[in-house]
């Protein structure tokens, strides 16, 4: 009964939309061309070559895990993106400077620790400006490390939280458009600000060469994985659970949710409105700052534009999780992510982030609700 | 603001009243200031008067018209329409790279279809308009905050394919690992990647002169003017092209748009940024309008990108970041959505006081310093220009703190920026001028009452 139901709707997908069908064929093609390149079969009638191939799984291996890991961070920024979306609803195009600045706060703590603490002897001027690169890791300075990861945190929730007493405050009751163009300005002018004080060049700021190195075996091959990475996931799932737990056994969720769902039933209900708000900016904020610090950890180059380029993956994870959910954030961000590695099987590195942008888009047209049915889970 | 309201109530009616004038005298006052600040610099580098007033006008001059040129496009979607395009950038870079793809010479690196120009040109704008029709199927379902994210990952799309090394077309020879030529039924093209692709012209004065080492009559002329009063023929060039967009361009795209307007599809247009549901009720197929309009504008838009991007002789992808787009949004949204002469008067208030002002002013406070210093502390002494925040403000010498201002003026300009477009949306966001936004209804619903016909755009107090 149940098949025959499935069945039923099924047709009724192909028929009544052609695109989602044919979105569907072109994935499940792309899934079993996946599985038949690992199983090393390649099926080419006359001469033709229809599917499958080659591909080692260690290297798809390594492409998953690459994609985890930007995923991770992308869903972890994503959390604040969805949150402000839902509550505030407008679309925050400043988040990638709050990645920014982020990373920048929680870097030059880690540098001014390492300076204090390790045997090096550079001008302060040149840690303050990350002119001395590779200075920290896990290996030598994990204190800094532990520091700057929480001062990544606070910074960008001070940021945060003063842009949204000048910026954002006196335009509560204004429309989506408005704050969206109020937040391009934000971005631009935070940006640039980081800017005039350390300057546009990138900066190599990780010391590689003294952490652990491991290798996971799989299939005929073996992964790599440093610790910097490994540091990144640990850190990335703990918060994403810690929000899981803040979100679920505090009434702050509650009071999120009904936020989200109606503004104005929310305050005759007697939810501090306004508070509330400070708490989304604060979570939202902190995770999108720890998230820059994490990046720049795993990828060793701090840039004044990481962020930024950052935002559209962050958006397309937003919205393929559905906008407004938390989880929704943190599980798109990371089918993006992965998504947007594994695609290199097929198509050149040039267009991973071109078919992550795609995917932004047809998700937007096909199903604005996202993968997961617009559950608000706050 | 009560600076600004007291000088706008010091500006006689009869400017304000009048669009043209109010242009006009807009455009003289800002050359007043330009002209003396150049002079001021030019005394005090011991510069050539003359040559260093023009150079600096003519680049005035071009920036203010371009600017112009794409707020007005922009007003068709954003103030006419309400429609949130963010992805101007896209737009003008399909339409430069496919004017310099179709002119491109067939045998070149990359190649191209070598068409005559105004046939690429016309080309051109069709293949803008197509893209920006297919652009607008998302339009038709979304809500302005989603179609801002798709239009501005489209225009990213868009950018990334053009950087990408595998249809640049710079590997010509097909036996070759890394060929990257694109095959198009036979046609054989590519876009120059990374390393960007030649435009038809360098110098857009040359159609008019002729070519620069052998002018014709005009050209002759033109340059013989230039030579007595000491200005090099670049700069003859400059200011003819850049006249030339100010005086015809812009006024065809005013007069088109004002013509958009005012025709029966201008005010379903206005009709679906007022209420779209309500346009649909009384009939109107406003799926089809908004196609159109994307058709139009994006077109619009990618001649505006050819005028301006594509005459330089040589563009690449970066060129079209968003940050291109997010300049013109501000002009018109400092300007004045939904009103045209709002739209000229940002993109002139854009371009000399937000684009080039704060690097104008930069320069003329450090001539000034510098003269300054050395009446002060005799020859030779100049601002100090540290090289970086550190040195700068870890001393305690303000003029330290100074120079590195003055030098990194570029990136203050960018918080400018954001500042102006924060205090935009809270306090004006209708800009200067959009109070003049024209209503969807031929005739004035709003003033019943009085039987004085409304007086539009002569008070500005909110």
């Not at chain 2, 540290?386 to 700068?392: D, G, I, K, Q, R």
Request: with cysteine.
């Amino acid at each position: 009964m149940e098949i025959a139901e499935r069945y039923s709707a099924g047709k009724r997908v192909l028929v009544e939309h052609p695109a989602v069908a044919l979105l569907g064929a072109v994935l499940l093609y792309l899934l079993s061309d996946l599985i038949l390149k690992t199983a090393n079969v390649s099926i080419a009638p006359w001469g033709v070559h229809l599917i499958g191939g080659q591909l080692p799984v260690s290297n798809l291996g390594r492409f998953v895990l690459d994609g985890l890991i930007v995923g991770l961070v992308v869903g972890l920024a994503g959390v604040g993106l969805s949150m402000t979306y839902g509550i505030l609803n407008f679309a925050n195009f400043a988040h990638g400077d709050y990645i920014t600045t982020g990373a920048f706060a929680g870097w030059l703590t880690a540098y001014i620790i390492g300076f204090l603490t390790l045997p090096v002897d550079p001008p302060f001027g040149d840690i303050f400006l990350f002119a001395e690169s590779s200075l920290v890791s896990v290996v030598n300075a994990p204190v800094a490390i532990v520091l700057g990861l929480v001062a990544s945190g606070l910074g960008t929730v001070g940021v945060v939280l003063l842009l949204d007493r000048w910026v954002y405050r006196p335009m509560r009751d204004k429309g989506g458009i408005p704050l969206l163009i109020a937040s391009i300005g934000v971005a631009l002018a935070l940006r640039y600000a980081i800017v005039f004080v350390f300057g546009t060049s990138a900066s190599g700021v990780t010391s590689t060469s003294d952490i652990p190195q491991f290798e996971i075996p799989l299939g005929d091959g073996r992964i790599p994985l440093d610790l910097h990475e490994i540091t990144l996931i640990v850190a990335a799932i703990a918060l994403m659970f810690g929000v899981h737990f803040l979100l679920q056994r505090t009434k702050l969720g509650k009071a999120m949710r009904a936020m989200a769902d109606n503004k104005d039933l929310a305050q005759v209900t007697g939810i501090p409105t306004e508070r509330i708000i400070r708490a989304t900016w604060i979570i939202g904020g902190g995770l999108a700052g720890v998230a820059g610090f994490l990046i720049v950890l795993e990828r060793g180059v701090i840039s004044f534009n990481m962020g930024w380029r950052l935002l559209l993956l962050i958006f397309a994870g937003v919205i393929l999780g559905g906008i407004g959910s938390v989880y929704g954030a943190m599980a798109g961000g990371i089918i993006i992510g992965i998504a947007s590695r594994v695609s290199l099987v097929w198509i050149p590195s040039d267009f991973a982030r071109v078919a992550a942008f795609t995917v932004m888009i047809l998700v937007l047209l096909y199903r604005p609700e996202g993968l997961f049915g617009g559950v608000k889970t706050a | 603001m009560s600076v600004g309201q007291r000088l706008w109530r010091a500006v006689p009616s009869s400017i304000k009243e009048d669009d043209k004038r109010l242009i006009i005298a807009l455009l003289a006052g800002t050359y007043l200031l330009y002209a003396v600040s150049q002079v001021y610099l030019a005394l005090m580098n011991n510069a050539d008067v003359f040559p260093a007033v023009a150079n600096s006008l003519q680049n005035l001059t071009f920036l203010i018209a371009v600017y112009a040129i794409m707020a007005l496009a922009l007003n068709l979607h954003w103030g006419y329409t309400g429609l949130f395009n963010i992805g101007i950038a896209g737009f003008m870079a399909v339409g430069v790279y496919s004017m310099s793809i179709l002119a491109a010479p067939p045998g070149g690196s990359p190649p191209g279809f070598g068409l005559p120009v105004p046939i690429a040109l016309i080309g051109a704008l069709v293949i803008t308009a197509i893209v920006g029709g297919i652009a607008a199927l998302p339009a038709l379902q979304l809500e302005a905050d989603y179609l801002a994210i798709v239009t501005v990952g489209l225009s990213e799309i868009i950018r990334l394919v053009l950087n990408a090394d595998y249809f640049s077309g710079t590997v010509t020879d097909p036996q070759s690992n890394s060929y990257n030529v694109v095959n198009l039924f036979g046609f054989k093209f590519g876009t120059g990647g990374g390393q960007g692709i030649n435009t038809p012209t360098s110098s857009p004065a040359s159609y008019l002169y002729g070519p620069s080492g052998d002018p014709n009559a005009i050209g002759e002329l033109a340059y013989g003017i230039g030579v007595s009063l000491g200005v090099n023929n670049s700069v003859v060039n400059g200011f003819t092209y850049g006249m030339f967009l100010l005086l015809f361009v812009v006024t065809a795209y005013y007069v088109l748009l004002v013509r958009i307007g005012n025709s029966p599809f201008g005010r379903v247009l206005k009709a679906i940024r007022e209420d779209e549901l309500v346009a649909q009720s009384l009939g109107k197929d406003t799926r089809w309008v908004k196609i159109k309009v994307f058709m139009v504008g994006c077109a619009l838009m990618g001649l505006g990108g050819i005028l301006w991007q594509g005459s330089f002789g040589f563009v690449n992808p970066n060129t079209f970041r968003p940050i291109v787009t997010f300049y013109i949004f501000t002009a018109l949204i400092v300007g004045g959505s939904g009103s045209n002469t709002g739209s000229v008067v940002g993109g002139a208030v854009f371009a000399a006081f937000l684009f080039e002002g704060p690097r104008q002013l930069a320069r003329v406070v450090e001539a000034a310093m510098g003269g300054l210093l050395i009446t002060v502390s005799g020859p030779g002494a100049s601002l100090p220009s540290p090289n970086n925040f550190y040195v700068a403000f870890s001393t305690l010498d303000p003029l330290g703190w100074l120079g590195y201002t003055i030098g990194n003026i570029s990136s203050l300009r960018f918080i400018l920026l954001g500042v102006v477009l924060v205090y935009m949306m809270q306090n004006r966001s209708e800009g200067l001028l959009g109070h003049r936004k024209e209503i969807a209804a031929s005739v004035d619903l709003s003033e019943r009452k009085g039987n004085v016909a409304p007086t539009d755009g002569g008070e500005t107090n909110e």
